[in-house]
């Protein structure tokens, strides 16, 4: 009976220590484009990875299209704007890593598309979402 006692407390202990320690808010975000071609779903996909801040854009379609993600990082811009663009010229299957450093807590959110990088037109942007670092 002193075992499961004893086993009690110290469980009890560990939750407690649990509770004290600082939350950790990091959230991921991960966002489609729209697709130019009725044979993909998608034409991009794009992903805040909250874990060291690293951003990923994915090529998903054969459609001779570049594919972009917009970052808007907090304080977010009420006028629809957003900080900067990542272009992945690699074609379909191709994936560009960008890795940036943001303090803990910040919000940063993504939108997904299509287009061409050389005349910095695009389209076809998916709904966003954010994450927070």
Not at 10 to 18: E, L
Not at 86 to 104: C, F, L, M, P, Q
């Amino acid at each position: 009976m002193n075992k499961f006692r004893v086993g009690g407390v110290v469980a009890a202990a560990a939750m407690i220590g649990f509770a004290g320690s600082p939350a950790f808010a990091q959230t991921n975000a991960t966002v489609y484009g729209e697709s130019a071609r009725p044979n993909c779903a998608h034409s991009s996909k794009g992903v805040f990875e909250a874990e060291g801040e690293w951003f990923h854009l994915t090529d998903t379609c054969a459609d001779g299209w570049d594919v972009v993600m917009k970052v808007d990082v907090a304080p977010y811009r009420s006028d629809g704007g957003y900080d900067f663009s990542i272009w992945n010229t690699g074609g379909r299957g191709s994936t560009k890593d960008v890795n940036k450093a943001y303090d803990e807590g910040t919000g940063v959110c993504v939108w997904a598309g299509y287009g061409e990088a050389s005349s910095g037109e695009w389209a076809g942007f998916g709904p966003g979402s954010c994450g927070v670092a």
